[in-house]
């Protein structure tokens, strides 16, 4: 039966194939393809690893003391039938046959298909069983894991595919935490559909730097979409349909060729620079996450690195955080990659919705902190683990011996933090000095992503070289919405007034100062605000990097000086949006 699921589109596009189901907890299960020749050897490795948990559970059945609780012994007899019932591993071996799913995956996407049926029985006794096949589940993964020799691809490694003849696949889960979602930016899933999750969640902002169509926030997509069914996903309209009729997938597929032509004429533009039609020349910066983010940023025209989100290179460590030189290797990638052209680093921004390790917004908001979003996180939590903090320093100043390198502070509010970084930089300046460490000249940068930043700009200004505008930060703060919350996300708006005088003063402020300043928010990759943005003055953008082309389209259809004119206009509305739109659209060339 075809059914529509309604959610938050966050990236554009439309991605058709067939839904991979996977639990939160187990995102990070290796998920790759095996080739044709492989798949009899990866059913005998499932095979071995449920012989080995059957032994395990004999002997520890065999073990039980005399007074154990007779209910143990009973147990262990449920997990024994449900790990040898043909339902779990024999059923799992359709999975690797037929779609190619290294053995954890499709032992996984078995149990999602289990789980379901659990869930619907209506005898609360066997409902409570799924818990124990959950157990036995995570029995034979680490049985799979063990067997694995230990330098083994990481835990949520994602190979890409090596055969031919497979659907495209699309990621269907509950929620998805930024650290596992980083793994699947070189991934087999070509969509994604999340129930949590707002425009500016780190799901959401990855989903589009990797430029795959997704919806979040759909709040029950992962309960009603089953393992295997057909889906399409409109990013456009924030739309699912699962089990489309062959008409409605017509009319999709003739999309989605439609947006390929579009993104090939687009592509053209790589190596036009971005002049307006008034002779101003804008820089068009990528954000990026990994160093080799910078290729994509190359291909797309980039002419700098306005943000690199050094906080992704902290994840999925296990608690353990990267050495000074593994950072330096990874800064001095960046920064030789982009041959001179800037590179803003940003010094590690982790808490609220991007938590160290991999647990995923919800569990953070509900098991461990109160507010994660105005806690210790970003320059807070630099602040309070100096040595920590002097490692990442001299990184990025041995890193800016390579190139050209600008430091980027997150989350300032008070004219202290940029004290405390400033006499941290002297000490760490010291340091390479005395071990005869080469380092550049590096400028001091501020994201103005707290509304006390951008009230207090001018005082700012005097400490620091330029400043990045982090519109997903500030208008979650300005507007106290939660930019990871669904509940919320429909008063999200970036339109509203409040944020637009932030923005326009901050950008004018910097600029009448002599200072730097870009934006470096999601606004900036989105051309629905390209011309709102010029008109305010700004004339560095920093963005996906797949975003640089449509809006380098809007950049050479603008005359900056007819666009600043509408401004006022439009923060004097009591609909901003509205008269925008309008005002802008009348003194656009097109
Ligand atoms: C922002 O807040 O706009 C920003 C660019 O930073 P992040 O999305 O990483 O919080
Ligand atoms: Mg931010």
Redesign the pocket.
Known sequence: MSFQVFGIPVSRGVAIGRAVLVASSRVDVAHYFVPTAEVESEFDRLLKARDAVTHELQVLKADLPPDAPHELDALLDVHLLLLNDEALVDAARLWIEERHYNAEWALSAQLEVLARQFDEMEDDYLRERKADLEQVVERVLSALAHAQDKGAPGAAAVVARDFAGEDPLLLVAADIAPADMIQFKRSVFQGFITDIGGK?S?TA?VARSMDIPAVVGTREASRLIRQDDWVIIDGDAGTVIVNPSPIVLEEYRFRQRQAELERARLARLRHTPAITLDGQRIELHA?IELPGDTGPALDAGATGVG?F?S?FLFMNRNGELPSEDEQFEAYRAAVEAMRGMPVTI?TV?VG???PLDRMSVNELRHEHVLNPSMGLR?IRWSLAEPSMFRQQLRAIYRASAFGHVKLLL??VAHLSEIRQVQDAIRRVKQQLDDAGQAYGLVELGV?V?VPAAALMLPLLLRHVDFI?????????YTLAID?ADEAVAHLYDPWHPAVLHLLASSISQARAAGKGVS?????AGDALFTDLLLGMGLNCF?MHPSQIPSVKQRVLRADTQRLAAAIPRILESEEPGRTALEALASQRLH
């Open positions: 500016t780190h902002i954000n943000l989100r906080e940003r921004d609220a919705d991007k970003a997150p989350m994201m992503e990045s505008i982090g519109t997903n930060d500030l208008i979650q930019r934006v470096c928010g999601e606004m920093s």
